[in-house]
Antibody, heavy 122, light 107 residues
């Protein structure tokens, strides 16, 4: 059974840093694409970042240069290092397993974790 | 930037058919996907590649796509289908995008 469990959220001051973790079970993180998606309170879903099985990484313009996605193959865990945090980064952060659709040059998210709340406030 | 446009809300009575639309310029060449998100819960994939239904999703959920519009149809909507629904697709360069979400009320 595929499971994703996020952790590491909390309250942080503007300009601060936080690292989110997503522990996976039932599949191998390094063999899949993995992504982070966030949802601000009362708002819609926003894609944040993706890491391909080959290691390439991509980011939304809103977090580029501040956030870093990575994985630890030995722990089967995905991470999101968030630096220079802003109030507008306040959201529930979900990790998701990604399914690629090569013929259409696109991908989508099939399994999601329950999310971890990040609050950026002084 | 690319946008996927959904109606903010749709309301139906139990047993009626609910239709939620999603419009986007790249949809003629890209698949549409649909996610259901109940209050306080993580999103769940209900339709992928325009019209395919993942295992475990009830048959009353179906999807279609024509031109620049994709549609999620819930035939015989039930009270437990009340949720926010998000369409998802990518732009012509493969960049991910979610629609703004549609709140479905069944009462």
């Amino acid at each position: 059974e595929v499971q994703l469990v996020e952790s590491g959220g909390g309250l942080v001051q503007p300009g601060g840093s936080l690292r989110l973790s997503c522990a996976a079970s039932g599949f191998t993180v390094s063999s899949n694409y993995m992504s982070w998606v966030r949802q601000a309170p009362g708002k819609g879903l926003e894609w944040v970042s993706v890491i391909y099985s080959g290691g390439s990484t991509y980011y939304a313009d809103s977090v580029k240069g501040r956030f870093t996605i990575s994985r630890d193959n030995s722990k089967n865990t995905l991470y999101l290092q968030m630096n220079s945090l802003r109030a507008e980064d306040t959201a529930v952060y979900y990790c998701a397993r990604v399914i690629g659709v090569p013929a259409a040059r696109e991908y989508y998210f099939d399994y999601w974790g329950q999310g971890t709340l990040v609050t950026v406030s002084s | 930037s690319y946008e996927l446009t959904q109606p903010p809300s749709v309301s139906v009575s139990p047993g009626q058919t609910a239709r939620i639309t999603c419009s986007g310029d790249a949809l003629p060449k890209k698949y549409a996907y649909w996610y259901q998100q109940k209050s306080g819960q993580a999103p769940v994939l209900v339709i992928y590649e325009d019209s395919k239904r993942p295992s475990g999703i009830p048959e009353r959920f179906s999807g279609s796509s024509s031109g620049t519009m994709a549609t999620l149809t819930i035939s015989g909507a039930q009270v437990e289908d009340e949720a926010d629904y998000y369409c998802y697709s990518t732009d012509s360069s493969g960049n991910p995008q979610f629609g703004g979400g549609t709140k479905l009320t069944v009462l």
